[in-house]
């Protein structure tokens, strides 16, 4: 069955970075596009990012662009979030998430928690 599994998560002061990782299997990674997700507490989850099959397309939330790297290892089944300059903003749980048919999937999510 489907997995997607979150990791890179962590405590970090503002203006640090991480590299946030989920790795996928049970399902041909390369055929499919992958987005990342996030949710603060008391907020809707919201798009993050999104990733083509092939690596060769991307999106970004416009208020993430130029801070937040989307990328994928077809190789390695694991899709990537290099998040830099990180705010208290954007202290969440971050999902990723892919589509098969009309079923979303999604990981357990990894807590971001940006702090000083």
């Known amino acids: 069955q489907v997995q ?3 990791s890179g998560g962590g405590l970090v002061q503002p203006g640090g970075s991480l590299r946030l990782s989920c790795a996928a299997s049970g399902f041909t990674f390369s055929a499919y596009p992958m987005t990342w997700y996030r949710q603060s ?14 690596g060769s397309s991307t999106n970004y939330a416009d208020s993430l662009k130029g801070r937040f790297t989307i990328s994928r290892d077809n190789a390695k089944n694991t899709v990537y979030l290099q998040m830099n300059s990180l705010k208290p903003e954007d ?9 098969g048919g009309w079923t979303d999937y999604w990981g357990q999510g990894t807590q971001v928690t940006v702090s000083s």
């Open 4 to 6: 997607l599994v979150e």
């Open 41 to 54: 507490p008391g907020k809707e989850r919201e798009f993050v990012a999104y990733i083509a099959n092939t």
């Open 91 to 99: 202290t969440a749980v971050y999902y990723c998430s892919t589509r």
